[in-house]
């Protein structure tokens, strides 16, 4: 295919006028090359759905595309991860997937990033226009969602202001099943307006795992929550370390060769311990696509974006589905912060105190910042130093004295009875500025 062929449908839809398009969309036949000169996307794994993502994505135009990843690959990728090879096994995800898309499609940039995605601060998902999540976990994209909604800003009127919003578009498969959803902070559900979505995770009794198992997943969840405990006196179980899940894969064979059960596999201890959901190629190219149309019509106004949750069927023939979800107003992620109303005496280290007893919040080693400014932050040392001083200072010195002035904080919550990391905005006041809304109890602060 020539250089010109490639483009061709999408330069059709760029420049052409239609009865569904965007309030604004101005057609042109330079906007691909604009989109591609001004657009950054971060891609959000490089997985099954991320190599499509990575493909589909330059192959629509973007050139500038960074993708983070913090795993390596493995010979059970292979089968639908279809950039990765067999003498890659062993490499970063993200270096390969990249490497493998540039070779392929001229003028792209992809930047990979070989780490976790709590590794990167703040200030570096401030510089995309729009992220893209080929994600398969909850906690992952509940904290990639806190991000994006963390530099959403509310005019007085509580209305968004635009220029702060940063759209995300959320793509996920399980078997023959997917979804595409587009989330624009502050205008559609965001991620934790709809996590009730998501299906309770299934918990195997103890009971039935100590004495009598009767599956190969009994045998791993017994070496994984009960044996490894045992045996290793508190140390805490890390399934991103492959010693570890070596380790919890043999006792589970012990185990399962010992009750006469049949089926435990390195493979399935990875997806027991870890919750991986089975993938199929297909599916994955099929959410991808239209991941990547929506990200297509957001930065360019070509057309209306899907309104707002896709889901996708391939199980009994093909059946596909739009719904409608509803914003909510009170949402803690993406709406205008939690309100508090504090003494102007408070100091900043009894107001993180006062973080971990809020009944809506529950937040432990909170890093505190305002206006982009670090008050306190946990880590790193350099950084916790440099803060330190701050913490028997009056948080009413250390920000700025507007009504409901915002400050952010990050920390663990406990989610599903599991401790994870989260960013959460607060609207601050002081009593002597404003009264009549909603309290903060500081008794037991000091």
Not at 121 to 138: A, M
Not at 155 to 164: A, I
Not at 210 to 224: F, L, S
Request: proline share 6%; charged share 25%; glycine share 8%.
């Amino acid at each position: 295919m020539t250089e010109m062929g490639r483009w061709r449908d999408i330069d059709k839809l760029l420049a052409r006028p239609g009865n569904i398009i965007s309030p604004g969309f101005e057609p042109s036949p330079q906007l691909r090359e604009e989109i591609g000169g001004l657009v950054r996307v971060l891609v959000v794994g490089a997985g099954g759905l991320g190599c499509e993502l990575l493909k589909d994505l330059a192959l629509s135009g973007f050139k500038n595309i960074d993708v983070i990843d913090m795993d390596t690959i493995e010979v059970s990728n292979l089968n639908r991860q279809f950039l990765f090879r067999i003498h890659d096994v062993g490499k970063s995800k993200a270096e390969v997937a990249a490497k493998r898309v540039m070779e392929r499609v001229s003028g792209v940039n992809i930047t990979p990033h070989f780490c976790r995605i709590e590794d990167k601060d703040i200030e570096f998902y401030s510089d995309f226009n729009i992220i893209v999540l080929g994600l398969d976990s909850i906690e992952a994209r509940s904290y990639i969602n806190s991000v994006a909604c963390s530099f959403l800003e509310y005019d007085p009127d509580d209305n968004p202001v635009p220029e702060t919003i940063k759209p995300m578009v959320d793509g996920g498969t399980e078997g023959f099943k997917g979804h595409a959803r587009v989330i624009v902070p502050g205008t559609t559900p965001c991620f934790e307006c709809n996590i009730w979505l998501f299906p309770p995770q299934v918990k195997f009794p103890l009971c039935t795992l100590a004495e009598t198992p009767r599956t190969a997943a009994h045998c791993i969840e017994y070496a994984h929550l009960i044996k490894w405990d045992e045996v290793h006196n508190g140390k805490t179980f890390d399934p991103d370390d492959p010693e570890h899940m070596q380790w919890v894969y043999s006792e589970a064979l012990k185990r399962a060769e010992l009750f006469g059960i049949t089926g435990v596999t390195y493979s399935l201890t990875q997806g027991v311990v870890k919750n991986i959901i089975p993938a199929i190629a297909s599916t994955n190219a099929i959410v991808s696509a239209a991941c990547a149309l929506e990200a297509l019509k957001l930065v360019s106004g070509c057309s209306r974006t899907l309104s707002n949750y896709l889901t996708y069927n391939g199980l009994e023939g093909t059946h596909i589905k739009v719904t409608d979800f509803i914003r909510d107003k009170d949402c803690l992620v993406c709406g205008p912060g939690t309100l508090i109303e504090l003494d102007s005496s408070v100091t900043l280290l009894q107001f993180m105190e006062l973080l971990g007893k809020h009944p809506q919040l529950r937040l432990s080693k909170p890093s505190i910042t305002h206006r982009g400014n670090n008050l306190y932050m946990q880590a790193p040392p350099v950084l916790e130093e440099m803060t330190r001083s701050n913490l028997q200072l009056p948080l009413f010195d250390l920000i700025d004295k507007v009504p409901k002035d915002t400050v952010h904080v990050s920390g663990t919550t406990e989610k599903n009875d599991k401790r994870t990391t989260c960013l959460r905005k607060l609207r601050v006041v002081f009593k002597d500025q404003v009264n009549g809304v909603t309290s903060m109890d500081t008794a037991g602060a000091n």
